[in-house]
């Protein structure tokens, strides 16, 4: 993981480095679609027509963002952050 741009010290983090010096939380969380009940909406809309299961329940454990960006010294601002992952196209 790379930490650049609008900050005092850019970081290069690998796996190690995110469970060795960060805590972990856990977070459970729903996700829903926004196109759940979508087969009660009138005028009928292009797409899948789901009823109510287009969601679910996750826990995810990760570190806090916050203290991540605290480590690279976000400097005051800062508007947006973008994310990129390993995929490609």
Same mark, same amino acid.
């Given at each position: 993981?790379?930490? &650049?741009?609008?900050?005092?010290?850019?970081l290069?983090?690998?796996? /190690?480095?995110?469970? &060795?010096?960060?805590?972990?939380? $856990?977070?459970?969380?729903?996700?829903q679609?926004?196109?759940?009940? =979508?087969?009660? #909406?009138?005028p009928?809309?292009?797409?899948?027509?789901?009823?109510?299961?287009?969601?679910?329940?996750?826990?995810?454990?990760?570190? =806090?963002? =916050?203290?991540?960006?605290?480590?690279?010294?976000?400097? $005051?601002? /800062?508007?947006?952050?973008?994310?990129?992952? #390993? &995929?490609?196209?």
């Amino acid at each position: 993981m790379q930490v &650049e741009g609008n900050v005092n010290r850019p970081l290069a983090l690998n796996y /190690s480095d995110l469970t &060795e010096k960060f805590k972990t939380v $856990s977070v459970a969380a729903v996700n829903q679609c926004s196109g759940n009940s =979508r087969s009660r #909406l009138q005028p009928r809309v292009p797409g899948a027509q789901w009823g109510n299961g287009a969601m679910g329940n996750a826990l995810w454990t990760s570190v =806090r963002l =916050r203290e991540i960006l605290d480590m690279a010294g976000l400097k $005051s601002g /800062s508007l947006q952050l973008r994310f990129q992952g #390993l &995929e490609t196209g």
